[in-house]
């Protein structure tokens, strides 16, 4: 057959063994080869952001990425972040905040903030703005978007200082 | 249940109606990575589309080789016009009443037009037969000028010449050149064009609303699935119409329509992008007839940027009459419309131009005039309503930017101009020159909470300043008052005047209530992000007392809704919401008969009372909803059917009319052109409010999508018919960055006619914040003489205008 690669990632704490093809695109890796369609497409040029994920610490947009510069890596996407009996700070936030409208860009957008919470916890809503550019939602106007990752921080911050 | 004992305000608590900030039942599945997006479905054997598109705006297709194409392992088919024709599906019927090539027969009008679809066993096999399609191209002179259109021999569409015998008419009448569409009109041009020449003072500006596109974050696409077996077809896709689709798709296809099941399922944005029938849904259902396994279609960004659905594209030339002391006496206006290639644009069938003749505004106009005159060009097809009802954008930015035009020539206020103008309280409904009857509203009590709330002349003090310190070098920002009070037309429509295909825009609602007291509602809309799961319910919980959690609502699947024509428009609240109402209304009539039986009363002796029905006069007698409900189930009532359920279908009897006063103060780097926008003030009035945190919601996404617009996002092409802004690096989305704080505020004038009295307000804050960013960057160049200059206002396009200003030294 063609050229296949051997592939190994972690993803979201589980090991994952395949062969793809080295022009794979790890977000159709992650959506067509291993349903997780929490990460979404949007515009293939890396701007809007509806793909992210995390790869070893890292914000990554999965639709400008081969599955072969994953290989070996640990990735994180929006289901490994939280489920029904384990949500995330930031899934209740955003509901609680109405964060989202149409939820297309919302797991692009939750798995991008953690990343920045854990890079900056105690973010200035400039500061959030900033760190959220790379992020697009054409439904809420990022009013709410902010002001739910502001709120998250709060509570984070405020976890960490009673578990001291 | 301890009912006898909680206050009627705790019951009107747990019930989550109407009026209350309910959190969003949809939100749970979208955090959580689990909903269900058309491209996240995965059926057994699917196969994927591709299209290979025209790099030529106009060409004639010399021929098709689809050999190698064929030859890549995994492409099972490709399609091209000649193996759809025999189908009668190389064509296929627009909305406007036109036709559009599904795949290219013959020639090509637009850059990006389909002309081949391959089929694949993946998309990476598909891309790779679309690579290898070889097609031989005979380059045609490009118009992409309307008004260059409008005199040149080159015919676009030879299939509209007829027999040689004269130009035959379009679907709106006469056509006036080979490359004409309509032409379509409104008032009375006689008597305006009097009365502009009798006019003390007379304003005149040509406004130019460029060519956008909608852009949701989820581009179009669909799956089609044929079971050869039992005849049926599925179609899943990303739908604002469901069941218009189906009705279009069995037309065009000749299966019956109860043989075709359509499905919308989770929406990720639609702004208008994803009301139209696209070639891709007609491949895919074709493709899957033929080789009877599921097909995927999915554009890509690209795709969806150059070929499916452009909004606005209107040259809008206008004259407005007034007395030297500021009142208007008439208003004129001639739209030169670009429809592109084929005329697709989505509007109820007798309004070519939509419902451009909104476009008197706020203001008590006695005599105007509009025509219309759509023409061909070599752009892509389209003319959908973005964040706005059919061209209302068009209307409200047209007069808003009059206005102001107006103002400079009688060197008067800008507000005070329109405090002059605006139609009275006292004067709804008012019957508008242009013909529409406005069902309510109270302009000066909005705009005067508006300008108090910005200290309007603090602001007018503070420009002043700012001016003379420009002139006097102390700085090189200058400071724009932008101002908008708008009206819309929404709630599409009356079935008498409103029909798309033939199709009355009436809504619909279903209810089921269930034994133990919850229900599930079914709609004929479709929810693509403004929470209707939401809201709907606590309509609903209100008419029929049983606690909005308790209430399911299902819409988009076309086998278990009834039917209705969907959600665009700002449509779903004034038309199915009505719809949902009246169903509850009907629900709550049975309620009334069982609760009075059950109370051995009769039945004018009970009344509704939030939860229940209550013996008047004896109000500790009572049956809640919830046990109305079981004895619905387990009853057997002398002359009342068992169970308990109600459908209705609604026929607004007029649209309805939402407005607000919108006030953006903006910052201006004359040196840069980079705009600053320190304060964004929304006041809406949409009517009765269902929820104010999605009204909030909607504002700030309707006025972050108005900022887009104004302020950079085109879709521009070259004189070849490039299309120059085919991706997110030049088509302008507004991040977290760009896009400030807004201030959102209300006043609430019902709708008289709406059952519940709400108006709609998704597309308001589009609607009146494109003029509003606009009116401020020319404001803040009117002190130096700017009468008006177009958008998009990008950073570029404003240093120019302070050049030419002189504002540069």
């Known amino acids: 057959m063609s050229n296949k690669m051997h592939i190994k990632m972690n993803v979201n704490g589980e090991e994952q063994e395949f062969l793809a093809e080295p022009r794979e695109l790890l977000i159709h890796t992650l959506r067509e080869r291993l349903d997780i369609t929490g990460p979404h497409i949007g515009c293939e040029t890396s701007h809007c952001g509806a793909c992210t994920v995390t790869i070893d610490g890292k914000s990554v947009k999965s639709c400008t990425m081969f599955v072969a510069q994953a290989n070996g890596k640990d990735v994180t996407t929006i289901e490994g972040l939280g489920g029904p009996d384990d949500l995330h700070v930031l899934q209740s936030a955003f509901k609680e905040h109405h964060g989202l409208q149409c939820g297309f860009c919302t797991p692009g957008m939750i798995t991008r903030a953690s990343k920045l919470l854990e890079e900056n916890p105690n973010p200035t809503e400039e500061e959030v703005r900033f760190g959220m550019a790379g992020n697009i939602c054409r439904c809420t106007g990022y009013q709410n978007i902010v002001k739910s990752i502001l709120a998250a921080a709060s509570e984070l911050q405020a976890a960490k200082e009673a578990a001291e | ?108 009008l637009f850059q990006g037009q389909e002309v081949a679809y391959v089929v694949a066993k993946d998309r990476y096999a598909a891309a790779d037969g679309v690579e290898l399609v070889e097609v031989e191209y005979e380059e045609l002179e490009v118009l992409t000028d309307p008004f260059a259109a409008l005199e040149s021999d080159v015919v676009l569409r030879e299939d509209l010449q007829g027999d040689g015998n004269g130009l035959p008419d379009g679907a709106h009448g006469p056509r006036k050149h080979h490359n004409h ?101 007609v491949c895919s259902v074709v493709a899957s007839i033929v080789t009877g396994v599921p097909v995927k279609w999915i554009e890509d960004r690209m795709e969806n940027l150059m070929t499916t659905a452009f909004a606005r594209d209107y040259w809008m030339d206008g004259k407005i009459s007034a007395t030297k002391d500021g009142k208007i006496t008439g208003l004129w206006c001639h739209t030169t419309a670009d429809h592109g290639g084929f005329d697709a644009c989505a509007d109820p069938t007798k309004f070519p131009a939509g419902f451009m003749n909104i476009c008197t505004g706020s203001y008590d106009i006695p005599v105007a005039y509009l025509g219309v005159d759509g023409v061909y ?67 000066h009590t909005a705009w005067d909470k508006a300008m108090k709330a910005v200290d309007y002349d603090g602001l007018r003090a503070e420009q002043a300043q700012r001016v003379e310190d420009f002139k006097a070098g102390k700085t090189r920002k200058l400071m724009g008052i932008g101002l908008t009070h708008f009206t819309e037309i929404v709630g599409a429509g009356p079935v008498k005047n409103c029909d798309i295909l033939g199709l009355g825009m009436f809504d619909s609602c279903e209810i089921r209530i269930h034994p133990t007291g919850s229900a599930i509602a079914r709609l004929g809309t479709i929810s693509q992000g403004q929470g209707h799961a939401t809201t709907f319910a606590q309509i609903l919980a209100t008419e029929i007392g049983l606690p909005a959690d308790s209430i399911t609502i299902e819409e988009g699947d076309t086998d278990t809704a009834p ?78 059917e068992p169970g308990l359920e109600a459908v209705s279908y609604y026929d607004p009897p007029n649209m309805t009319y939402p407005f607000g006063a919108y006030v953006c103060v903006m910052d201006i780097d004359v040196d840069t052109g980079v705009t600053d926008i320190r304060r964004f003030y929304a006041l809406d009035d949409c009517g009765t409010r269902i929820n104010p945190m999605i009204i909030e919601g909607q504002v700030h996404g309707g006025l972050t999508e108005a900022l887009a617009v104004a302020l950079g996002q085109e879709i521009a092409y070259d ?89 540069h030294g």
């Open chain 2, 377 to 443: 060009t070599n752009k892509a097809p389209g003319g959908v309503s973005y964040r706005c009802s059919f061209r209302v954008t068009e209307a409200v930015y047209f007069i808003e930017r009059m206005i102001e035009v107006l103002a400079i020539k009688l060197n008067m206020d800008a507000s005070e101009l329109r405090k002059i103008n605006f139609i009275k309280k006292e004067q709804f409904p008012y019957k508008a020159a242009l013909g529409w009857e406005y069902d309510s509203g109270d302009y």
């Open chain 2, 1 to 108: 249940m301890k009912d006898e004992v909680t206050t009627r305000e705790d019951r009107v608590e747990a019930l989550g109606g109407m009026g209350c900030k309910r959190k969003r039942v949809e939100d749970a599945r979208f955090t959580q990575g689990k909903g269900n997006y058309v491209d996240d479905l995965k059926l057994p054997g699917m196969l994927f589309g591709d299209f290979v598109r025209s790099p030529y705006a106009h060409a004639r297709i010399k021929s098709i080789n689809i050999d190698k194409a064929m030859a890549v392992d995994g492409v099972v088919a490709v399609l091209t016009a000649a193996d759809l024709e025999p189908l009668g599906l190389h064509w296929m019927p627009t909305l406007a009443g036109d036709k559009q090539m599904v795949l290219a027969d013959g020639k090509v």
């Open chain 2, 181 to 281: 569409i309509f032409y379509w009109e409104a008032g009375d041009k006689e008597a305006t064009e009097q009365v502009l020449e009798e006019a003390e003072v007379v304003a005149e500006e040509t406004v130019y609303y460029h060519r956008t596109h909608p852009c949701p974050l989820e581009t179009c696409g669909c799956v089609a699935s044929m079971d050869k077996v039992n005849g049926k077809l599925t179609l899943w896709g990303t739908f604002q119409a469901p069941h218009a689709i189906r009705t279009v798709v069995s037309l065009i296809s000749g299966i019956e329509e109860h043989n075709i099941r359509v499905i919308s399922p989770d929406i990720g944005g639609g702004f208008g992008n994803k009301v139209g029938a696209y070639p891709g849904y």
């Open chain 2, 719 to 807: 004189e070849m018919g490039n299309v120059k802004t085919g991706t997110l690096m030049d088509f302008f989305l507004p991040t977290a960055w760009e896009v400030p704080n807004y201030e959102t505020d209300y006043t609430v004038t019902p709708s008289p006619h709406h059952p519940i009295g709400a108006k709609g307000v998704g597309e308001s804050p589009h609607v009146g914040g494109v003029p509003c960013f606009s009116n401020a960057v020319n404001d803040a160049f009117r002190a130096f003489g700017l009468t008006h200059t177009h958008m998009p206002h990008d950073h570029w396009r404003i240093w120019k205008t302070a050049n030419e200003l002189g504002l």
């Open chain 2, 563 to 640: 039917y209705g024509l969907g959600t665009y428009g700002s449509r779903s609240t004034p038309v199915a919401g009505a719809a949902t109402a009246m169903a509850g209304r009907k629900i709550r009539a049975k309620a009334q008969m069982i609760a009075a039986y059950l109370l051995e009363v009769h039945d004018d002796d009970v009344e509704f009372d939030v939860d229940r029905f209550v013996v008047k006069g004896a109000r500790e007698k009572f049956k809640t909803m919830k046990e109305i409900a079981f004895a619905a189930y387990n009853q057997a009532i002398p002359g009342i």
